[in-house]
Structure formats: C-alpha cells, structure tokens
Nanobody, 121 residues
Framework: QVQLVESGGDLVQPGGSLRLSCAAS????????MGWYRQAPGKQRELVAT???????NYADFVEGRFTISRGNAKNTVNLQMNSLRPEDTAVYYC???????????????WGQGTQVTVSS
C-alpha cells in the first residue's frame, strides 16, 4: 500500500506565503512524477504544478510565477512554495504521485487526503 501525506495548509492573509509538503511512503520501488492539484468549493479539481523525477516542472497559467514546486531533500517528497497568495487560491490542495510498487512493479497513481489553504483577511 502507498500513502501520500500532505502538510502545511493554513489560513493566511492575502499577499502571504505558505509552504506545502507531501511525503510518499509504503510499498514503493520508485516514484516518478509528483504534483499538486487543488479543488475549490463548487469547482472541479485542477492542476497547480507538477514535477518529473528528473526535476522538470510545469505550472498552471494562474500560478503566474507565484508558486515553486520542488522535490524535497528527503526521498519521495515534494514541496510547493506559494507566495503572493490571493483569495482565489483558497482551496483544498491535493498531492499526487505516480508510483511503481515494490511487490508487483505495477505503476499506480495515488492521491493524498488534501490540506486546506484559506486566503482571507
């Protein structure tokens, strides 16, 4: 079994910053790409940013240079540094990973449970 655990969500004022972290653990042989998605109330889940195992990153247009995704120093972790936060960034942020399992070598997609980010004054 593979688990993704996010942390770092909080209430922050407009213009503030937050750093989200996600760690993958369990039956893992290899982690390929990792990423962050978000879902606001009444809206569909959308891509925020992704990063490959080689470090190539991709961002949604709405990021506009405010967020940075990075692979963590610890193995199988990913971070999302969010600066200049806006009220419209309010959402539940989900970690996603493409993982090859140790026991069967199957390649699976896994999601974390989500962490709430609220941007409000």
């Amino acid at each position: 079994q593979v688990q993704l655990v996010e942390s770092g969500g909080d209430l922050v004022q407009p213009g503030g910053s937050l750093r989200l972290s996600c760690a993958a653990s369990g039956n893992i042989f290899r982690v390929y790409g990792m990423g962050w998605y978000r879902q606001a109330p009444g809206k569909q889940r959308e891509l925020v940013a992704t990063i490959t195992s080689g470090g190539t990153s991709n961002y949604a247009d709405f990021v506009e240079g405010r967020f940075t995704i990075s692979r963590g120093n610890a193995k199988n972790t990913v971070n999302l540094q969010m600066n200049s936060l806006r009220p419209e960034d309010t959402a539940v942020y989900y970690c996603n990973a493409r993982v090859q399992t140790l026991t069967t070598m199957a390649i699976l997609e896994r999601w974390g449970q989500g962490t709430q980010v609220t941007v409000s004054s």
